[in-house]
């Protein structure tokens, strides 16, 4: 810790719903006031019109500016998140980080996810290389979550030394308590004798078409076999959500999955626990926290490819729903040899080194 306290200001999403970087600045902000700093998150998530002690509201553009200046007028460090997919939220991270400069203080950023999104790295949109120059080159520190990425930022011209690959998972993600679970998810769980989760967005990206139609192979292959669907709407990519309800009435699967919106923490690690595999479908996730708590949790994961999974994962393309299903049943039949394959790591204290860089 410093001397004195910090004042940090997180501009980020927050939950609910509990996306992967939210839950990790809960952790993050509930870490440092216990340590005595002062953080302070201006909510740019979907919940960020419904008011909340735990973060500030943003009610649009002019709100936005006016908040993000006040804080930093009154001393806050500005701690901005973005990723390579939300050109919105790569603009919401610039205006910050400039106005961190004109009260005289350069930010941090945390640029979240892995090699392969919709705008990074440099040859997925070379026409915004200067964007992410910028963005990148104002900060005194970037935060990754893996070498890989920082090997991409570097590709932009960015010195390596101010980057810093802190992986987005740390001990603290493990404590939870199990919890009573609604009444139609474990009825779900106790009648199918092997249970596939996955935490899904209806975005391209995820391809929630292609799971449901490799899903819907292997239901047709084996009658022992159910899905739990975590995640809800927001955020959604247009008709996306109608292409899956079509998908799944199309497969007359609908009695064979179960949708439940969100789950807080200590209800997600709980049904982590009781399932047969974890399901991770995105092709922009990197090295995802939620994989890496249920590598600990001893339950395995499959995942399609995106270069960064960890040792143990079994992996298939993204796009390619008959490997699903194959993978699918293959970790079902061999699940305790696949088990025992994973990649085993000890759990670091990440949430420690993050604060120390950001008191620093």
Same mark, same amino acid.
């Given at each position: 810790?410093?001397?004195?306290?910090?004042?940090?200001?997180?501009?980020?999403?927050?939950?609910?719903?509990?996306?992967?970087?939210?839950?990790?600045?809960?952790?993050?902000?509930?870490?440092?006031?216990?340590?005595?700093?002062?953080?302070?998150?201006?909510?740019?998530?979907?919940?960020?019109?419904?008011?909340?002690?735990?973060?500030? !509201?943003?009610?649009?553009?002019?709100?936005?500016? $006016?908040?993000?200046?006040?804080?930093?007028?009154?001393?806050?460090?500005?701690?901005?998140?973005?990723?390579?997919?939300?050109?919105?939220?790569?603009?919401?991270?610039?205006?910050?980080?400039?106005?961190?400069?004109?009260?005289?203080?350069?930010?941090?950023?945390?640029?979240?996810?892995?090699? @392969?999104?919709?705008?990074?790295?440099?040859?997925?949109?070379?026409?915004?290389?200067?964007?992410?120059?910028?963005?990148?080159?104002?900060?005194?520190?970037?935060?990754?979550?893996?070498?890989?990425?920082? $090997?991409?930022?570097?590709?932009?011209?960015?010195?390596?030394?101010?980057?810093?690959?802190?992986?987005?998972?740390?001990?603290?993600?493990?404590?939870? !308590?199990?919890?009573?679970?609604?009444?139609?998810?474990?009825?779900?769980?106790?009648?199918?004798?092997?249970?596939?989760?996955?935490?899904?967005?209806?975005?391209?990206?995820?391809?929630?078409?292609?799971?449901?139609?490799?899903?819907?192979?292997?239901?047709?292959?084996?009658?022992?076999?159910?899905?739990?669907?975590?995640?809800?709407?927001?955020?959604?990519?247009?008709?996306?959500?109608?292409?899956?309800?079509?998908?799944?009435?199309?497969?007359?699967?609908?009695?064979? @999955?179960?949708?439940?919106?969100?789950?807080?923490?200590?209800?997600?690690?709980?049904?982590?626990?009781?399932?047969?595999?974890?399901?991770?479908?995105?092709? !922009?996730?990197?090295?995802?926290?939620?994989?890496?708590?249920?590598?600990?949790?001893?339950?395995?994961?499959?995942?399609?490819?995106?270069?960064?999974?960890?040792?143990?994962?079994?992996?298939?393309? $993204?796009?390619?729903?008959?490997?699903?299903?194959?993978?699918?049943?293959? !970790?079902?039949?061999?699940?305790?040899?696949?088990? $025992?394959?994973?990649?085993?790591?000890?759990?670091?204290?990440?949430?420690?080194?993050?604060?120390?860089?950001?008191?620093?």
């Amino acid at each position: 810790m410093t001397s004195r306290p910090a004042r940090i200001l997180e501009i980020t999403s927050y939950p609910p719903p509990r996306a992967g970087w939210g839950i990790r600045v809960e952790f993050l902000k509930k870490r440092m006031e216990r340590e005595g700093h002062s953080c302070v998150v201006l909510n740019i998530g979907t919940s960020r019109a419904i008011p909340s002690p735990e973060y500030e !509201t943003v009610l649009g553009g002019r709100d936005f500016l $006016a908040k993000v200046w006040r804080f930093s007028q009154q001393g806050y460090v500005i701690h901005a998140h973005a990723n390579g997919d939300a050109l919105k939220g790569l603009a919401l991270a610039l205006i910050a980080e400039v106005v961190g400069l004109v009260h005289g203080r350069r930010c941090f950023l945390t640029f979240h996810a892995g090699v @392969i999104q919709r705008y990074f790295p440099r040859h997925r949109a070379w026409w915004l290389a200067p964007v992410f120059w910028l963005l990148f080159i104002i900060p005194k520190r970037i935060i990754c979550n893996s070498e890989p990425v920082k $090997a991409c930022i570097r590709g932009y011209g960015v010195s390596g030394r101010k980057i810093v690959p802190i992986a987005a998972f740390s001990s603290q993600y493990l404590e939870f !308590t199990p919890r009573e679970l609604p009444s139609h998810l474990t009825a779900f769980l106790t009648h199918y004798p092997h249970i596939v989760f996955t935490y899904m967005r209806m975005r391209t990206l995820f391809y929630p078409v292609t799971m449901i139609e490799g899903m819907a192979r292997l239901m047709a292959r084996r009658g022992d076999v159910g899905l739990v669907l975590c995640g809800g709407r927001g955020h959604s990519d247009e008709g996306m959500g109608e292409a899956v309800d079509a998908a799944i009435r199309r497969h007359g699967v609908a009695d064979r @999955i179960c949708q439940v919106d969100d789950l807080d923490h200590d209800a997600f690690l709980t049904v982590l626990q009781r399932s047969t595999l974890y399901l991770r479908t995105p092709i !922009t996730d990197g090295v995802a926290s939620s994989v890496l708590e249920s590598m600990a949790l001893g339950v395995p994961v499959v995942a399609c490819e995106n270069g960064t999974r960890p040792r143990g994962v079994v992996t298939y393309q $993204a796009e390619d729903a008959a490997g699903l299903a194959d993978a699918v049943e293959h !970790t079902i039949d061999n699940r305790a040899a696949v088990a $025992a394959a994973m990649a085993q790591f000890e759990v670091p204290d990440t949430l420690a080194d993050e604060i120390a860089l950001l008191t620093s």
